[in-house]
Every structure is written in C-alpha cells, then in structure tokens.
C-alpha cells in the first residue's frame, strides 16, 4: 500500500510583525443603543473582495451563498447577497443596521467575527478543509469602513494564500509552519492587524476525501 505523504512548509512573519506594530487602533464611538433598525442594501466591489478563486486561478470572486458582517457601533449584523447581484468581484448585499448610523464597518464571513470589550475580533483558521473547491470557503478575513451613504466600498484582505500544487495522489495533508499564521485577532479599520490576540504557529489543509486529487490548492494564512 502507497504510504500517504503529509506536505510541511514554513513561512516567515516578518509582514505579519510589521503590521502588528505599525497598524492604528480603531476608536470605538460612543453612542446609546438604538431603537430602530432600517434596511439597506451595500455593493462591494473591487480587486481583492473575496476568497473564491476563479477558474483563471487568480480572480477572487463571490459566490451566492456568501455571508457578511456589518457593524453599525451598536451591533454585528447579518447582511445576505441579493439575489441575481453576484458579478464576479462585485455583489451586492442586503441587512439592516441601526437608524442613524453613520460609519459602518464590514467584514467578512459573518461567522468569524464577534465583538469583545468594543473591539472586533476575528478568527482565521488553523484547520482548513475543502469541500468541492481549491480553497476553503470563509478562510479569507476581509474588513472595510465606509459611510452609510457611500455607493459601494471595497475589502481589504487580512490574509493571504499559498498556492500548491499537488502532483501526485497519495498526499493527505498541507501543514503550513508559522508565527501567527491563523488564530482570533484584532482588526483595525483599513484591515490590517491591530493585536494578535490568540495566535496560532500551524495551519493544517485537508481534503474532504482521504487524500487530494492531483491539481493546485491554496492555504489562506495571516
């Protein structure tokens, strides 16, 4: 029987440590809870939006089933893709947020961020698996600020990926070696590390079957 290989790399975290020391805080503001909630609809469009890799291997796109976070300074809120609004890297999306909010802050996926003394924290994560595509679907962490009355707004990517390409059908893991490479950080506004705040060294591909087909991968990392 063929022995199943396990890939390691390393990376460095010269980047993430510069960006660690350098990123500005965002300020929190200080207002009293809201009593309404309005709906409205946000367009997201740009280079770098999401983490879907296109069939060109390079275009990140969005995908209909693709989840949002909106804080408005009083909540997380849940914003969904309008139906039919998917253009590659340009969608547009549909909550609501609390009347009289002004500076609205957004990330994505919806399911990695929470709020913790005022400040937003995300989670990457340090096991990734794929299900039917080359990446993991929400490993990418992506934040935006904009106004409430801005036509559309761009993300800026926390992450990165490292491609891999696998050339035979044995291997059953991707193990990627790291300083803060994955684990829950802070967040500043233009979408670079404010605070590693639980931080992890290791970031772990896997493929749903036992092992992966022969073709090209990608590990999100910080």
């Not at 796109?61 to 893709?81: L, M």
């Amino acid at each position: 029987m063929t022995m199943k290989t396990m890939f390691r790399f390393m990376v460095a975290a010269f980047a993430l440590v510069a960006s660690v020391a350098c990123a500005e805080v965002f300020d929190e503001p200080t207002i009293e809870p809201p009593q309404e909630l309005e709906r409205i609809v946000v367009t997201v469009d740009g280079d770098d939006t999401r983490t879907f890799i296109g069939d060109d291997g390079k275009s990140i796109n969005w995908c209909e089933d693709d989840v949002i976070a909106i804080y408005d300074g009083y909540g997380i809120r849940e914003f969904t893709i309008v139906e039919g609004s998917v253009n590659g890297k340009s969608a547009s999306f549909e909550g609501e947020i609390a009347t009289g909010a002004t500076t609205l802050r957004a990330i994505y996926p919806y399911s990695a961020v929470e709020l913790v003394d005022g400040a937003l924290n995300v989670t990457s994560l340090s096991e990734q698996q794929l299900d039917g595509r080359n990446v993991t679907d929400g490993a990418m962490l992506s934040l935006a600020e904009f106004e409430r009355d801005a036509e559309m707004f761009t993300f800026n990517n926390a992450m990165g990926f490292l491609r891999v390409n696998i050339t035979k059908d044995d291997v059953s893991s991707i193990i990627v070696n790291g300083l803060n490479i994955a684990g829950v950080v802070e967040l500043s506004a233009d979408g670079t590390i404010a605070e590693v705040v639980n931080g992890a060294n290791s970031v772990t591909l896997r493929p749903v079957d036992a092992t992966f087909a022969v073709g090209t991968y990608y590990v999100a990392l910080l």
